[in-house]
């Protein structure tokens, strides 16, 4: 079973719509991260969160909303999807008690917004 | 400000020959690090190697190795023997280790490697 899961994996929604992405890991991290990634460009912050009580804004979170419901579980909301928030979205953990604290990302969710 | 630099957007090698893929780094952070991922075209991202700005020695994982030039701010990534698994898009990543307290990182836009049979 892989490390990092995303629920879904694709999803195409319309304009207005609340969508929520999910991810659960077992990897025993602490530290979670939500990234999006747009066709030609690297990937990109939008919010971190370093433990279930501690949740920060990265370089892009207009427009969204995380939860961490657990150590293992950290969602993305979109509370209005808009077309310009179509894009491959991934979600990455990392141990802070690791020297490198090299970040693992999931499998990515592909989102389409009409 | 940090920013990655691949100026390679795609390349060609051939099978079971070596390849070396470039990155530059610009930061202001004294102690950072370096990652490689590789996107297949399947979308995931996996993570190859890292190499600590106070490493002494070249960081090697496999058939890949990072060869590091700390006062050139240069951190190109070499895949020996190439594979036709090897075809895939390739990550240059930063993470500052004093300033940056979000941990997050930095990526470079990506060069594209075509291994051809």
């Known amino acids: 079973d892989a490390d990092v899961t995303q629920t879904p994996r694709n999803r195409i929604t319309k304009t207005g719509k609340r969508i929520m992405l999910e991810c659960s890991q077992t990897?025993?991290?602490?530290?979670m991260y939500w990234y999006r990634q747009d066709p030609g460009l690297g990937l990109r912050l939008i919010y971190y969160s370093f433990d279930v009580k501690d949740i920060n804004k990265g370089e892009i979170s207009d427009g969204y909303s995380v939860s961490r419901q657990a150590q293992a579980k950290f969602s993305l909301s979109l509370e209005s999807a808009i077309p310009n928030q179509t894009a491959l979205y991934f979600c990455?953990?990392?141990?802070?008690?690791?020297?490198?604290?090299?970040?693992?990302f999931g499998p990515g969710t592909r989102l389409t917004v009409l | 400000a940090q920013k990655i630099t691949q100026t390679q957007p795609g390349m060609f090698v051939q099978e079971k020959e070596a390849v070396t893929l470039d990155c530059t780094y610009d930061?202001?952070?004294?102690?950072?690090?370096l990652f490689w991922y590789k996107q297949p075209s399947s979308g995931e991202m996996i993570f190859l190697i890292y190499?600590?700005?106070?490493?002494?020695q070249n960081a090697t994982e496999g058939r890949y190795s990072l060869n590091f030039q700390k006062a050139r701010k240069s951190a190109n990534l070499v895949i020996s023997a190439s594979q036709l698994g090897d075809s895939a898009m390739y990550f240059c990543?930063?993470?500052?280790?004093?300033?940056?307290?979000?941990?997050?990182?930095?990526f470079g836009q990506g060069t594209e490697l075509s291994v051809k049979p």
């Open positions: 990543a930063m993470r500052g280790l004093i300033y940056n307290q979000g941990g997050k990182l930095i």
């Open positions: 990455a953990t990392s141990d802070h008690a690791r020297s490198t604290d090299t970040q693992y």
């Open positions: 930061t202001s952070d004294p102690s950072y690090g």
């Open positions: 190499q600590g700005s106070y490493d002494q």
């Open positions: 990897k025993g991290h602490d530290r």
